[in-house]
């Protein structure tokens, strides 16, 4: 299933150091989650890059924010993105509108193939999400909140498997 769950591998220690640092005020655990989570959405960036792909990933604003000391960190944020699978830069780019732009500008079904492609790769990358990680992807919180399903229903889909609920045509 999962390919690739050692994130860790991929930024120098002194960026990891940096970014434990700047989380300080959370739990050690938290720290861990909101940096594991962080790394898995360049990996998965820089495949959709590399594939020339458009890349919006819904992410929560605390992962967001730990992707922004990232790129403070300049020299550590480029080999960072350098040892990645799609070996270039990721630029992080804000949009007034948000998400609701996004999906106006790149089409409701082109957006939401998206965040199914982002759903399948993290499970084939990463295996599946848990609790924990689930909050932090946006995506998987409006699906579970929307259509009311679990979070062994969310690894069910992105395994490919079709999930049944009552009151969902």
């Given at each position: 299933m999962a390919i690739n769950k050692n994130v860790r591998e991929f930024p120098s220690a002194s960026l990891t150091n940096h970014l434990h640092a700047k989380l300080a005020h959370l739990p050690d655990i938290e720290q861990n989650i909101r940096i594991d989570e962080c790394l898995k959405f360049l990996f998965l960036a820089s495949i959709r890059m590399k594939n020339h792909k458009t890349t919006y990933a819904i992410v929560s604003k605390s992962i967001d924010e730990v992707w922004h000391e990232c790129i403070l960190q300049t020299q550590d944020y480029a080999l960072l993105c350098e040892r990645l699978p799609g070996k270039s830069f990721i630029h992080h780019s804000s949009s007034?509108?948000?998400?609701?732009?996004?999906?106006?500008?790149?089409?409701?079904?082109?957006?939401?193939?998206?965040?199914?492609?982002?759903?399948?790769?993290?499970?084939?990358?990463?295996?599946?999400?848990?609790?924990?990680?689930?909050?932090?992807?946006?995506?998987?919180?409006?699906?579970?909140?929307?259509?009311?399903?679990?979070?062994?229903?969310?690894?069910?889909?992105?395994?490919?498997?079709?999930?049944?609920?009552?009151?969902?045509?």
């Open positions: 007034p509108g948000g998400y609701p732009d996004h999906v106006m500008n790149y089409g409701a079904d082109a957006a939401a193939d998206e965040q199914v492609w982002w759903l399948k790769y993290y499970y084939l990358h990463f295996g599946e999400q848990t609790a924990a990680s689930a909050k932090h992807w946006i995506g998987v919180a409006f699906l579970m909140d929307t259509f009311d399903l679990s979070i062994d229903d969310i690894n069910r889909v992105a395994s490919g498997e079709v999930v049944q609920k009552s009151g969902i045509p």
